[in-house]
T-cell receptor
Framework: GENVEQHPSTLSVQEGDSAVIKCTYS??????FPWYKQELGKGPQLIID?????GEKKDQRIAVTLNKTAKHFSLHITETQPEDSAVYFC??????????FGPGTRLSVLP | EAQVTQNPRYLITVTGKKLTVTCSQN?????MSWYRQDPGLGLRQIYY?????VTDKGDVPEGYKVSRKEKRNFPLILESPSPNQTSLYFC????WGAGGPGEQFFGPGTRLTVL
C-alpha cells in the first residue's frame, strides 16, 4: 500500500523566515495531495491541496509544489508568523479514495 | 453552521465493553471517514464511506466496525475494545466529485481510553 514519509519531524524558525516541509509518497497512482494544519486540541484543517495534474499552487503565504517523477511534494510557508505554529500533516490519496497521512511536522515560529 | 460533530468527546471504558462513537455532518457530503491519531504515527485511516451503504477498509480496520445507513451519520463501533485502541479518534467528511475529493472537514475528536 501507499506510504508517506514527512521531514523534518520538528522545525523551528524565526518569525518572518520561511519554512519548508517535505513529503515523499510511494504509489504512483496517488493523485491528490492535501496539507493540513492541526492546532492544539483541535481537528486538522485543510490549508492547501494540489492534484496530480498541477505542479505548483499558491495561496497568499502558502505554496505547495509537486514533483510526480520523484514522488515528492513540499509545503512552503513564507513570512512566518507566531500563529503559524502548529503541527502540519501531508497526505496522499491513492486509488481515488484512501487517505494516507505522513507522521507530521511540529513547526515553532519564534518571535 | 457547517460542521462535523462527534460524541462523546471523552470516553474511558474497560476491555471488552462494546461502545459506539457517533459522527454526524450537516454539509450533505458523500465521503465520510474515521481516523485514529497516535503520537509519532500521524493520522491513520480506519474506514471510509463513499455513500450510503458503501464502506471500505482503510489502513487499520482491525477491531472496528462502521455503518452508513444515512448520508449524514457514520458511527464507529468497537465491539470488544482493547487497550491498544486507546487513541484520539477523528471523523471527517468531504464532497467527492468527478475530480476527486473536496476539502475534508474534521470533527473535534474523541479521546478514548480503554483500561
Amino acid at each position: 500500500g501507499e506510504n508517506v514519509e514527512q521531514h523534518p519531524s520538528t522545525l523551528s524558525v524565526q518569525e518572518g523566515d520561511s519554512a519548508v516541509i517535505k513529503c515523499t509518497y510511494s504509489d504512483s497512482a496517488s493523485n491528490y495531495f492535501p496539507w493540513y494544519k492541526q492546532e492544539l486540541g483541535k481537528g486538522p484543517q485543510l490549508i492547501i491541496d494540489i492534484r496530480s495534474n498541477v505542479g505548483e499552487k499558491k495561496d497568499q503565504r502558502i505554496a505547495v509544489t509537486l514533483n510526480k517523477t520523484a514522488k515528492h511534494f513540499s509545503l512552503h510557508i513564507t513570512e512566518t508568523q507566531p500563529e503559524d505554529s502548529a503541527v502540519y500533516f501531508c497526505a496522499a490519496v491513492y486509488y481515488g479514495q484512501n487517505f494516507v497521512f505522513g507522521p507530521g511536522t511540529r513547526l515553532s515560529v519564534l518571535p | 453552521e457547517a460542521q462535523v460533530t462527534q460524541n462523546p468527546r471523552y470516553l474511558i471504558t474497560v476491555t471488552g465493553k462494546k461502545l459506539t462513537v457517533t459522527c454526524s455532518q450537516n454539509m450533505n457530503h458523500e465521503y465520510m471517514s474515521w481516523y485514529r491519531q497516535d503520537p509519532g504515527l500521524g493520522l491513520r485511516q480506519i474506514y471510509y464511506s463513499m455513500n450510503v451503504e458503501v464502506t471500505d477498509k482503510g489502513d487499520v480496520p482491525e477491531g472496528y466496525k462502521v455503518s452508513r445507513k444515512e448520508k449524514r451519520n457514520f458511527p464507529l463501533i468497537l465491539e470488544s475494545p482493547s487497550p491498544n485502541q486507546t487513541s484520539l479518534y477523528f471523523c471527517a467528511s468531504s464532497l467527492w466529485g468527478a475530480g476527486g475529493p473536496g476539502e475534508q472537514f474534521f470533527g473535534p475528536g474523541t479521546r478514548l481510553t480503554v483500561l
